[in-house]
């Protein structure tokens, strides 16, 4: 604290604008690594720390989307998924990528009935009903 109290108005706002740019190149550091890995666990990590690190970040709601793109695609955890597309649709409003998220929601909603805002069937009969509704 006593080295920035020391620091010219123009000092100072050099060194916060390193912190700045650090911290942009740190967001897009962590995206591309989250994109360059293999393991879907270490994807998951790192589009996470954009989010929860960088929130306000240009990528942060994309990672947000691959977040929830890869709960669904590579573990099939579609509660996981769902809860990702839906705090980007809170979250970033405005996101180029809410028309997916919500394409996302629907097709996971097709597969599990509490997405559905539906309760688990009770009797086989009742599954098999709503199985064949689907299907018509």
Do not use: W
């Not at 740019?21 to 690594?33: G, H, I, K, T």
């Not at 994109?35 to 954009?50: I, N, Q, S």
């Not at 009797?123 to 199985?131: D, G, K, N, P, V």
């Amino acid at each position: 604290d006593q080295a920035l109290g020391g620091l010219g108005v123009g000092e100072a706002t050099s060194v916060f604008g390193e912190f700045a740019e650090a911290d942009r190149r740190s967001a897009e550091a962590l995206y591309r690594v989250a994109a360059a890995t293999r393991d879907p666990r270490a994807k998951l990590e790192y589009y996470g720390r954009v989010v929860e690190l960088y929130p306000e970040h240009e990528l942060a709601d994309e990672a947000l989307f691959m977040q929830g793109f890869v709960f669904s695609e590579e573990f099939g955890d579609a509660p996981s998924a769902a809860r990702c597309f839906k705090r980007l649709r809170t979250n970033y409003p405005d996101s180029k990528y809410n028309e997916d998220a919500a394409f996302m929601l629907q097709n996971l909603a097709r597969t599990v009935p509490e997405l559905r805002g539906e309760e688990l069937p009770a009797t086989a009969e009742e599954a098999t009903e709503r199985i064949q509704d689907v299907d018509n």
